[in-house]
């Protein structure tokens, strides 16, 4: 269990990937039970045994997804017919 300067308290995990120190946090007391999170303690350590690195998956999961139409002005600029001025 970890305390905040904010008085929050939560679970915590540290462990070693690749050379570096890592911490990952199992979520809020009194929310997850010491139980649950002894279990999601060893659910992360079994991934960094197998070589995985469980903080950087939960990073990536909540990364935005890239979008096809990500730059909106250039796609409405494709779709609007050319208009010439007359001189």
Do not use: F
């Not at 950087?56 to 139409?69: G, N």
Request: hydrophobic content about 30%; charged content about 30%.
């Amino acid at each position: 269990m970890s305390p905040e300067s904010r008085g929050k308290k939560g679970w915590q995990v540290r462990y070693r990937h690749g050379g570096v120190h890592r911490r990952m946090t199992l979520g809020g007391y009194p929310i997850l039970s010491l139980a649950d999170a002894r279990q999601r303690a060893r659910d992360v350590l079994a991934a960094v045994s197998e070589g995985r690195d469980p903080a950087e998956e939960v990073k990536a999961a909540k990364a935005p997804k890239p979008e096809d139409d990500r730059d909106k002005i250039k796609t409405l600029g494709t779709n609007t017919p050319s208009v010439t001025c007359p001189a």
